[in-house]
């Protein structure tokens, strides 16, 4: 395993759209385990493929609940419930912070690293990363579609206030 650089906007890079993956090798393999290392060492929740400079539309998720690390490839949101508006950040975008409009419940097609093809579910923060990921897989970034845009420090100074 190996720790990859995280791609940082405006690459051009994190505007493309990552194509699909056909072949599940080794390559794969090696992918979703760099990916998982690099996501824990930045530290974050999510990591989708662009985010390194590879555009292959393969994800990892890992928000601390009882799924552990999520290996998402291939996925596909099949359907949306809810809304929640909460705050995102990104690894490719570090320092800035948005209040984001989501699905608060996702259901989701995706493949493991083997190519077996599975659905799950995901509700409020589990729903928030795996929308943001699958975003990051079609060239949207959050401050494409955040309701506004702060600085961290200005979101910490905020959660001072309130006590």
């Known amino acids: 395993m190996a720790i990859r650089i995280i791609v940082k906007h405006p690459d051009p ?3 493309d ?3 699909p993956v056909t072949k599940f090798t080794s390559n794969i393999h090696k992918l979703l ?3 998982a290392e690099t996501m824990y060492d930045a530290p974050g929740v999510g990591l989708a ?3 390194i400079g590879i ?13 552990g690390l999520l290996e998402l ?17 990104c690894l490719s975008i570090p320092g800035l912070v948005g209040e984001v ?16 093809e599975f659905e799950m579910v995901g ?17 949207v970034l959050f401050i494409d579609i955040a309701d506004k845009l702060y600085r961290e420090e200005e979101r910490d100074d905020r959660d001072d206030q309130e006590g």
Not at 73 to 89: C, H, K, M, T, V
Not at 123 to 139: K, P, S, T, V
């Open 17 to 19: 759209t990552a194509k």
């Open 73 to 89: 490839i291939n996925p596909e949101i099949l359907s949306r419930e809810g809304e929640q508006l909460g705050p995102e950040g």
């Open 101 to 116: 409009r989501r699905a608060n419940v996702v259901k989701i097609k995706a493949q493991d690293r083997n190519g077996k």
């Open 33 to 35: 385990d760099d990916m």
């Open 123 to 139: 509700e409020g923060y589990l729903a928030r990363a795996m929308q943001h990921e699958i975003d990051h897989l079609n060239g």
């Open 49 to 51: 493929a662009p985010q």
């Open 55 to 67: 555009l292959k539309r393969v994800v990892v998720i890992d928000v601390g609940d009882d799924n």
């Open 13 to 15: 890079v994190l505007r």
